[in-house]
């Protein structure tokens, strides 16, 4: 009898697990979508101001406010505010993708580079977020490779600032691609596995990939498909 009731109990706390992770997942899911669209506000706003800011000063100001929304977000993660800052923290980085997204546009099929960089960081993110989905296989084992390959990439590409290397700033984005994507896999995994039980972490992590895989993709298709009038 006793053995029985443990095995009920087991198997109803198992379900309660799997009930919570979905829900972290699917918070996860909408809490991403929504937050394209500050995304989107902050693309647009930068776009009609012409806003361009690069150079050292360019990635100082922006590792400054990546660095300092991180930081209020951990802390606030757990509260409402955490899903303001998290989205006000997306509307920045709109801004900030404004820039690529004009020099995107000086070429005569500027508008055609920016939905094949789109239509290909969706491609991506659904097949790898299914692929961890269903598998349920825990792809955790890849973080710690991947966290060094994205601080020699960080340093490549500040390096890049000085040197303005095309063949240097290439080979980040294409290395940038297969990194972002793995880490698509490795977050998505997490939650799935139990790893990340906040949505507000889980949505910062995922948006960071998406982003980053969509820039990467973007400079490679401008500068292999880009077209001059």
Same mark, same amino acid.
């Given at each position: 009898?006793?053995?029985?009731?443990?095995?009920?109990?087991?198997?109803?706390?198992?379900?309660?697990?799997?009930?919570?992770?979905?829900?972290?997942?699917?918070?996860?899911?909408?809490?991403?979508?929504?937050?394209?669209?500050?995304?989107? !506000?902050?693309?647009? *706003?930068? %776009?009609? #101001?012409? +806003?361009?800011? /690069? =150079?050292?000063?360019? @990635?100082?100001?922006?590792?400054?406010?990546?660095?300092?929304?991180?930081?209020?977000?951990?802390?606030?993660?757990?509260?409402?505010?955490?899903?303001?800052?998290?989205?006000?923290?997306?509307?920045?980085?709109?801004?900030? !993708?404004?820039?690529? *997204?004009? %020099?995107? #546009?000086? +070429?005569?099929? /500027? =508008?055609?580079?920016? @939905?094949?960089?789109?239509?290909?960081?969706?491609?991506?993110?659904?097949?790898?977020?299914?692929?961890?989905?269903?598998?349920?296989?825990?792809?955790?084992?890849?973080?710690?490779?991947?966290?060094?390959?994205?601080?020699? !990439?960080?340093?490549?590409?500040?390096?890049?600032?000085? +040197?303005?290397?095309?063949?240097?700033?290439?080979?980040?984005?294409?290395?940038?691609?297969?990194?972002?994507?793995?880490?698509?896999?490795?977050?998505?995994?997490?939650?799935?596995?139990?790893?990340?039980?906040?949505?507000?972490?889980?949505?910062?992590?995922?948006?960071?990939?998406?982003?980053?895989?969509?820039?990467?993709?973007?400079?490679?298709?401008?500068?292999?498909?880009?077209?001059?009038?």
């Amino acid at each position: 009898m006793q053995s029985q009731w443990q095995t009920v109990s087991t198997s109803y706390g198992g379900a309660d697990l799997a009930t919570s992770r979905n829900k972290v997942l699917r918070n996860t899911y909408m809490l991403l979508a929504l937050s394209m669209i500050p995304t989107a !506000l902050g693309a647009w *706003l930068g %776009m009609s #101001m012409k +806003f361009m800011v /690069g =150079g050292w000063m360019g @990635a100082i100001v922006f590792l400054a406010v990546s660095f300092g929304a991180f930081f209020a977000i951990e802390k606030t993660k757990q509260s409402a505010m955490g899903v303001v800052l998290l989205l006000a923290y997306t509307g920045f980085m709109g801004l900030w !993708l404004s820039q690529y *997204l004009q %020099m995107a #546009m000086r +070429f005569s099929n /500027g =508008g055609q580079l920016i @939905a094949m960089a789109a239509g290909g960081t969706a491609t991506i993110f659904f097949a790898l977020a299914t692929l961890a989905t269903v598998s349920k296989k825990d792809f955790s084992f890849m973080g710690k490779f991947l966290f060094i390959g994205m601080i020699l !990439l960080l340093v490549a590409g500040l390096a890049n600032i000085f +040197f303005q290397i095309p063949a240097l700033s290439l080979t980040i984005s294409a290395v940038a691609t297969l990194i972002f994507s793995a880490f698509i896999l490795v977050d998505v995994s997490r939650i799935v596995n139990g790893g990340e039980t906040n949505y507000v972490t889980a949505t910062l992590s995922l948006y960071l990939n998406v982003y980053n895989l969509f820039v990467s993709l973007l400079n490679l298709l401008t500068a292999f498909g880009g077209e001059r009038d």
